[in-house]
């Protein structure tokens, strides 16, 4: 169900022998497939534990995407291993929304020429890689090498902080977006106004409808945030000394 009368009064967490724990008054949240919810860290699960306070009379689950993540990292739904998931993830970059240009109209040629090409070259640079881009319906012949180079720098991370990565690509359609991100070089919303470039670009050529398309803008950054947020609390090895949830 995508919302749920709130049942619980207090949230806390506390330590368990598998990581940190969820408590919902007495109760130990768990997983869809009724696992513990137990995550790494303990600054992980203060920000889940705050998506759950901040509940009011229903549980709105789609709002949550912390605790999103951590359930498909627990339950790891698809089955995938670790290999698996950075192959998925450096898959994007043969679709990546940034390297496919168009020809025209001359004014969209500009912005994206303006706009994507700095944060191309920051990539390969970044990573010492070749990218590029193109006008062609097959995208970007991408060198192998380049492939290569962003699985070696993917498996420096770890299962969890692999799930937000991929989540964010999925978001922004973009490995390189992504990496930006993650990075730190580009903010949540230069990330998001880059993926729907072409999307303004209509938008502030033909108009829109004002609360779909602020609606949608709005729920892309909060995916995007709560995805990279996820990938530095999982990457995270220190613990947060004092508790954020007091009364």
């Not at 108009?207 to 990279?228: I, K, P, Q």
């Amino acid at each position: 169900p995508s919302e749920r009368k709130r049942f619980y009064q207090n949230v806390s967490i506390s330590q368990g022998e598998g990581g940190f724990e969820i408590n919902l008054d007495h109760r130990k949240l768990k997983t869809p497939q009724a696992k513990l919810f137990t995550v790494p860290s303990e600054a992980l699960a203060v920000a889940v534990a705050t998506e759950w306070d901040s509940q009011k009379d229903t549980i709105k689950f789609y709002t949550m995407h912390l605790t999103t993540l951590c359930n498909t990292a627990l339950d790891n739904p698809t089955q995938r291993n670790k290999t698996q998931l950075i192959r998925a993830a450096v898959k994007f970059l043969e679709t990546d929304t940034v390297c496919y240009r168009v020809e025209e109209p001359a004014a969209l040629v500009e912005l994206q020429k303006n706009e994507w090409d700095p944060v191309v070259a920051w990539a390969e640079k970044r990573y010492n890689v070749a990218i590029g881009s193109s006008t062609s319906i097959l995208g970007p012949n991408i060198p192998d090498s380049t492939k290569e180079t962003f699985v070696s720098h993917l498996a420096s991370y770890n299962m969890w902080a692999l799930q937000g990565i991929e989540y964010v690509i999925t978001q922004l359609k973009s490995l390189i977006l992504s990496m930006g991100l993650i990075d730190r070089h580009i903010t949540v919303e230069k990330a998001v106004l880059l993926s729907r470039l072409e999307e303004e670009y209509q938008i502030r050529r033909w108009g829109s409808v004002e609360w779909a398309h602020d609606y949608d803008l709005c729920e892309l950054r909060a995916r995007a945030a709560a995805g990279t947020l996820f990938v530095h609390l999982c990457s995270e090895s220190s613990t947060v000394k004092h508790k954020l949830l007091q009364d």
